[in-house]
C-alpha cells in the first residue's frame, strides 16, 4: 500500500499513485526495515524536478521495476524542500562519495538510516556511462544478500567520515577590510567578463553574490564591484533565463550565455532577485533594474500567490506540448511560424529579430528561448508593448505548467524582505500588502507563541515539519525589513522572537550555528553548513538578522551571537567567495555598523514620509529603519528622540556615535553616503 495519499507536500502526493509501495521520512519505516531485514532505498526530489519527473516515469510508475522494489526495499520518498535536513545530510554523503549531487537523489541506507550507495538520476537501462536503475538495484541486493558485513562497514566508515567533515572550514577570523577585499579578488578571477556572471555552464544566478558586490560598492567606492554586479545583471535580464513576457526568472541557465534556462521558477530565485535589482535600481537609477524588480515582483503575485496570503514554491519546467506529452518548456520557447500566427506577418518578422527567434532555434527542435539581443537599436516601445501583450495573451491559452502550492517559512521570508523594499521604493503600496500578508500568514499559522516556526504549510494548515535554521533566519530578516518599511514595531517583535529560538535552540559553543534545532529529530549527524546554496545558508542568514535585530534595540547579546557567527565569513572570504556571498553581505553591513536610522515626526506629515524615504534610498550596507511620531514606543531607536521645532527629524547613529538630527532631506543622504568608517572621533 503506498501510503502517501495523506501527504501535505505536492511532490509526494505526484507519486500518491505509483506501484511502488511508497513510505514516507519517518521512524515507521525505518522499524519497517529493520523488521524485514531489508535495506531502504531513499528517494529525494522536488514538486519541479524535471529529472526527478522522468525517473519517477520510467522506473517509479512501472510495475515490473516497482515490485522488484515492494520485494526488496523500505522505500522512503522525501521532498527535500520540506526536509532539507534530511537532504543536506544525505547529499553531502553522495558529494563526497561521487564529487557531484543533484535531483533526484538516490541513497541506499541500513535500517540504521547510514548509507552504503549512492547518486542521483538513474536511467531504467544503462545509457551514456551510467547504469541502469533495475542493475544497481540488483547488484544492492546482491551485497545485502552476500556481503551484509562489508555494507555494514561501509556504512559506519561513511558515517565517521561525515561527522569529521564537521567543522573543516578553517579557523573563524572576524572578516575585515582584508577579508572582504580579499573575496573581491576572488570573484574578479571567477568572473566571466564577456557574459556576466560566474564559472562556466551550469550558470545559476548569483545572487547572495551580488548583494555582497552592491553593498561593498555602497561602502568603499569599489567601481569594479558595481560593474561586476551591473553587468551581471543586464545579461540575465537580457537572456533566456529571463521571461521576457511574463516576468521572472528561471532556476539556471544551462549554457554560459544565459540563453536557454531550465525553466522552472522557483520562488526563492525570484525574491532574491527582486531584491538585488531594486538595489541595483538604488544604487544606479538604471531603468532596467527598475523594469526588472517590478516585473518580477508583479510575476510573483500574479503566479505564485496563494488564496491565504503566502506564496507557492515554484512553477514546474514541464507543462503539456498540447498534445498530451509533458514537454520542458513547452509553454514559454516560440518559432517564427509561431509568431506569425499570432501576430501577422509583419509583426511576426518584427518579434523574431527583437527576441531573437531563428529558424534554427536556441531551444529544441526548431523552438527559441525568448531573448532581448544586444543591439536592438531605437525600437517603437508601444509596437514592442502590443506585441508582448498579444504573445502573453496567446501564450495564456497554452497548457500551463504545475504548481507547487506549498508555502515555505524561509522562502516567503525572502519575499516578504523583497516585496516590502521594492513597494517602498517604487511607491507600490499593493506590494507592501502583500508583504503584510505573507508575513500574518507566517506569523498565524506557521509560528507559535513561544516563537518556533513550522517548515511549510498548504491551504492553510501547517505541516509537520519543524522550521530549520533558514526559516529563523529568512523569516526574521523578512520580518525586520517590513518593520523599517511599514514602521510597525510588532514585527520587530516578532522578529525577536523567532531570533531568541535561534540563540537557545542552535547555536554551538564556538559560535557557530546548526541548522537543525537542538530538539530536531536526530539524524546520522546534526548538519551545520555556512555555505550559500541556492538560498542564504541559515547560518549567515541568521547572524544577519542578529545584526540588524541589535541594531534596532542595542541587544549585545545578538550582536554578539551575529559576529561570532561571522567569524567563518573570514575563514571562507578567499577560499570561496562565491559559496558564502550572503555571509560577505552581512560582513559588509558589520563594517560599516550598520547605520540606525529613526526618522521622527507627525504620520501623513509630507516631511516625514520624506525622511523615511530618504532612510529607506540611503544605500549603506544593512542601515535599520525606525519610524514613528515623538513619544512613539514602537522602536528602541525611536526613545527620547523628538522633532525639531515640530518638524520631523532624522537621526543616524553608527558604532555609538550619532550625528546631529536633521530636518533636511539632502543633509539625511549625505549621512547615508559610502564613507569608510574612520573610528571613533578623539575626545
Not at 531584491?275 to 517590478?294: E, F, K
Not at 497548457?399 to 506549498?406: H, I, L, S, T, V
Not at 542578529?546 to 572570504?573: D, F, K, N, P, Q
Not at 534610498?617 to 523628538?642: D, H, K, M, W
Request: proline residues 5%; hydrophobic residues 40%.
Amino acid at each position: 500500500m503506498n501510503r502517501l495519499g495523506a501527504a501535505t507536500s505536492p511532490y509526494l502526493l505526484q507519486h500518491a499513485d505509483n506501484p511502488v509501495d511508497w513510505w514516507p521520512w519517518g521512524q515507521e519505516a525505518f522499524a519497517e526495515a529493520r523488521k524485514r531485514g531489508v535495506p531502504v532505498l531513499l528517494s529525494v526530489g522536488y514538486s519541479s524536478c524535471h529529472w526527478c519527473h522522468v525517473m519517477a516515469h520510467e522506473s517509479f510508475e512501472d510495475a515490473v521495476t516497482a515490485a522488484y522494489l515492494n520485494e526488496h526495499f523500505v522505500s522512503v520518498k522525501v521532498d527535500r524542500e520540506e526536509r532539507p535536513d534530511v537532504d543536506a545530510v544525505y547529499m553531502e554523503a553522495v558529494q563526497a562519495a561521487t564529487g557531484q549531487g543533484g535531483w533526484p537523489m538516490t541513497v541506499f541506507l541500513t535500517p540504521e538510516g547510514e548509507p552504503f550507495y549512492f547518486g542521483t538520476y538513474f536511467p531504467p537501462t544503462a545509457r551514456q556511462g551510467m547504469p541502469g536503475f533495475r542493475d544497481v538495484l540488483e547488484g544492492v541486493v546482491a551485497a545485502w544478500r552476500d556481503r551484509r558485513e562489508e555494507v555494514a562497514d561501509v556504512a559506519a566508515r561513511i558515517v565517521r567520515d561525515l561527522a569529521e567533515r564537521s567543522g573543516a572550514y578553517g579557523a573563524a577570523v572576524s572578516p575585515g577590510d582584508s577579508e572582504l577585499s580579499a573575496a573581491l579578488l576572488g570573484l574578479t578571477r571567477e568572473y566571466d567578463a564577456r557574459r556576466g556572471g560566474f564559472g562556466g555552464a551550469p550558470k545559476f544566478p548569483p545572487s547572495m553574490v551580488l548583494e555582497f558586490l552592491l553593498r561593498h560598492h555602497a561602502r568603499t567606492g569599489a567601481e569594479g564591484a558595481l560593474q561586476m554586479a551591473r553587468d551581471t545583471c543586464e545579461a540575465m535580464a537580457r537572456g533566456g533565463i529571463y521571461d521576457q513576457l511574463g516576468g521572472g526568472f528561471a532556476r539556471y541557465a544551462v549554457d554560459r550565455s544565459w540563453t536557454v534556462p531550465h525553466f522552472e521558477k522557483m520562488l526563492y530565485d525570484n525574491a532574491l532577485l527582486i531584491r538585488v535589482y531594486a538595489h541595483l535600481w538604488r544604487a544606479t537609477g538604471s531603468d532596467l533594474a527598475r523594469r526588472i524588480a517590478l516585473e518580477t515582483a508583479d510575476f510573483l503575485i500574479a503566479e505564485l500567490a496563494t488564496a491565504e496570503g503566502g506564496f507557492a514554491s515554484a512553477l514546474d519546467a514541464d507543462s503539456d506540448d498540447g498534445t498530451g506529452h509533458h514537454v520542458e518548456g513547452a509553454f514559454y520557447a516560440w518559432t517564427p511560424a509561431q509568431l506569425t500566427d499570432v501576430l501577422g506577418a509583419a509583426d511576426g518578422e518584427f518579434a523574431a529579430a527583437y527576441f531573437g527567434v531563428t529558424e534554427e532555434g536556441t531551444f529544441e527542435e526548431g523552438a527559441s528561448v525568448l531573448q532581448l539581443p544586444q543591439g536592438n537599436g531605437v525600437v517603437d516601445a508601444d509596437r514592442v508593448a502590443s506585441v508582448r501583450e498579444r504573445l502573453l495573451a496567446a501564450r495564456a491559452r497554452r497548457p500551463r505548467p504545475g504548481r507547487d502550492d506549498k508555502v515555505v517559512a524561509a522562502w516567503n521570508g525572502l519575499a516578504i524582505a523583497a516585496l516590502a523594499e521594492t513597494g517602498a521604493y517604487f511607491d507600490r503600496p499593493d506590494l507592501v500588502q502583500a508583504a503584510v500578508d505573507a508575513a500574518d500568514l507566517l506569523v498565524r499559522v506557521h509560528m507559535d507563541d513561544r516563537g518556533r516556526l513550522s517548515r511549510t504549510s498548504k491551504d492553510g494548515v501547517a505541516g509537520t515539519n519543524d522550521g530549520v535554521l533558514e526559516d529563523y533566519g529568512d523569516v526574521a530578516e523578512g520580518f525586520l525589513a517590513l518593520a523599517s518599511v511599514t514602521g510597525e514595531g510588532v514585527w520587530l517583535d516578532f522578529a525577536g522572537l523567532l531570533l531568541d529560538s535561534v540563540l537557545v535552540h542552535f547555536s554551538a559553543d564556538d559560535g557557530g550555528l546548526y541548522d537543525t534545532a537542538d530538539d530536531a529529530e536526530q539524524l546520522i549527524r546534526r548538519p551545520q553548513d555556512p555555505t550559500d546554496n541556492a538560498t542564504p545558508s541559515g547560518w549567515t542568514a541568521a547572524a544577519g538578522a542578529l545584526l540588524s535585530y541589535a541594531a534596532h534595540t542595542g541587544s549585545e547579546a545578538h550582536r554578539t551571537a551575529a559576529e561570532r557567527a561571522l567569524g567563518i565569513v573570514g575563514a571562507l572570504a578567499s577560499r570561496a567567495p562565491r559559496f558564502v556571498g550572503w555571509g560577505l553581505a552581512v560582513a559588509e553591513a558589520a563594517l560599516d555598523g550598520p547605520r540606525e536610522v529613526a526618522v521622527v515626526g507627525a504620520v501623513g506629515d509630507p516631511l516625514t514620509d520624506e525622511l523615511h524615504r530618504t532612510a529607506l534610498l540611503g544605500g549603506a550596507p544593512g542601515a535599520v529603519v525606525a519610524v514613528g511620531e515623538e513619544g512613539s514606543t514602537e522602536f528602541p531607536l525611536l526613545f527620547s528622540r523628538t522633532t525639531r521645532s515640530g518638524q520631523a527629524a532624522a537621526y543616524v547613529c553608527r558604532h555609538f556615535v550619532c550625528d546631529a538630527p536633521t530636518s533636511d532631506p539632502r543633509a539625511l543622504r549625505s549621512q547615508l553616503r559610502s564613507d569608510p568608517w574612520p573610528g571613533p572621533h578623539p575626545a
